[in-house]
């Protein structure tokens, strides 16, 4: 891969999808906010080569919304690799997400860079936490490629992010998490969603130098630095990384127009 090369990753998070297409969350109706932002995708970015779905695919853990969503990524054809977040039904997605596209396997080695999904989904919490088993998968895949730059995804923000009643409900093992990316420096990012809003940060351990990129939700947005949960204005939106060969990593956060999807607040509530 020459240094004008790079892998294109659009990341898409926190959908809440129902069985009912014109179902809404807060105002906006996340089907259709969810088909918009694949259509913007298509005709906005010209080199796709993953899609990366960071959890929250259902508000209603059905096996239709499930059904929607594989639908639609076949549509959209291409290689989507989706992981689980606090509200989805492991058990439904796979069973119903599973196609020649849509993928749940939790490594992926592309351009010579790898790419890890965990699960942080602790079942019947809001909260976030990475189980020993999956540290220890985590550990055991770094060590068999430490020469590989490496982005790991997971649901819940591996960082704390300046909204207090957000930063109680993220990974609740931080710690743990970053002793390992100190040992592992071929770590260049981490990729989460579940806060509804767009942050980034380097976080620097004693070794490494991560950068930690929370990506806003294809539907309802939360206003940031706030104590309690406010809903933005802000429009759906997804994220687009390019991952070059030296380890390096260009981002920018897109949003659909404000016109197409406005909240209507008085709606039903998150």
């Not at 620097?204 to 406010?230: G, K």
């Amino acid at each position: 891969m020459s240094d004008d090369q790079f892998i294109s990753i659009v990341h898409l998070t926190d959908l809440h999808l129902f069985t009912d297409l014109n179902s809404y969350l807060v105002g906006i109706p996340t089907n259709q906010s969810f088909q918009a932002v694949l259509t913007e995708v298509k005709q906005t970015i010209p080199k796709i080569d993953l899609l990366l779905l960071t959890g929250d695919l259902s508000q209603d853990c059905s096996a239709a919304s499930y059904e929607f969503l594989r639908q639609s990524l076949d549509v959209a054809s291409f290689p989507a690799y989706c992981l689980a977040g606090n509200h989805d039904d492991l058990n439904l997605m796979a069973e119903y997400l599973p196609s020649e596209y849509v993928h749940l396997v939790r490594s992926q080695n592309i351009g010579g860079w790898r790419i890890l999904l965990l699960s942080s989904v602790v079942v019947g919490a809001v909260h976030g936490n990475l189980a020993e088993s999956e540290l220890a998968w985590l550990e055991e895949n770094l060590n068999a490629y430490p020469d590989h730059p490496t982005l790991i995804a997971f649901h819940h923000p591996a960082i704390d992010i300046g909204s207090a009643w957000m930063d109680e409900i993220c990974l609740t093992n931080k710690e743990q998490f970053w002793q390992i990316c100190d040992r592992n420096p071929q770590i260049q990012a981490v990729v989460n969603g579940h806060a509804h809003q767009d942050f980034e940060q380097i976080y620097e351990t004693a070794h490494n130098s991560v950068r930690c990129l929370v990506s806003p939700s294809t539907c309802v947005q939360f206003q940031p630095r706030t104590p309690q949960l406010i809903i933005d204005n802000q429009a759906p939106a997804w994220r687009h990384l390019r991952l070059y060969a030296d380890g390096t990593i260009t981002t920018e956060v897109h949003r659909l127009s404000s016109a197409s999807f406005p909240p209507d607040l008085a709606a039903n509530g998150y």
